[in-house]
Structure formats: C-alpha cells, structure tokens
Nanobody, 118 residues
C-alpha cells in the first residue's frame, strides 16, 4: 500500500503547477482523499480534500479559487491543480487517503516540494 506524490518544483509567482499522487495496493475510489502541506517552520495544514462518497470537494481558504482537486479512477491517481501561486504557497505537499468512515488519514505519500519564487 503506497502513495507516491510528484510534480513539485520551482515556479514563479502567479504561475501554475499540477501535483499528482499515484496509489498502489488499494483503490483511491474507495477512499476519501486529501492534500496537505507543511511550510518551513510551520505545522502541517490541510489544503483540499474530497471526504464524502458524493465527491464534494473542500478547499481551505488559503487556496480557495486557485486550486482544483481531482481523482482519476482509470489511473488510480489524485491530483491538485494550483494556479496563481504565491510565495506563501511554498511548502512540502503531501497526498493522503483514508477510509470514508475513518476520522484520520491512514495512507500518506512522502511529499513533494513546491517552491514559489522569482
């Protein structure tokens, strides 16, 4: 059972980036999914998630209107599209999954670094 995040890198302010997370050993379609991030010196915070069976996405205020979370059932991957990036978006981004009925995320990816800088 594994989650592998990718797609991080250096991007200029106001630029865009798409993060991807591949699941192996289990089906993302049967789990709630989420993206989290941790900036240097700060605690990990939630960015976006799809926590219900009907698939309604949630976005934290810090990324609302600039991000889109999605999942691809055919490839068993989840993605986070981020636009209009700001220097304060610089962080290690983690993908995670949990059973719909669980309160805590069970599966975590290792994280991918996003640096927003000119």
């Amino acid at each position: 059972v594994q989650l592998q995040a990718s797609g991080g890198g250096l991007v200029q302010p106001e630029g865009s980036l798409s993060l991807s997370c591949a699941a192996s050993g289990f089906s993302l379609d049967e789990h709630a999914i989420g993206w989290f991030r941790q900036a240097p010196g700060k605690e990990r915070e939630g960015v976006s998630c799809v926590s219900t069976v009907d698939g309604s996405p949630y976005y934290a205020d810090l990324v609302k209107g600039r991000s889109t979370i999605s999942r691809n059932r055919s490839t068993n991957t989840m993605s986070l599209q981020m636009n209009n990036l700001r220097p304060e978006d610089t962080a290690v981004y983690y993908c995670a999954a949990r059973y719909f009925a669980a309160s805590n995320y069970t599966f975590w990816g290792r994280g991918t670094l996003v640096t927003v800088s000119s």
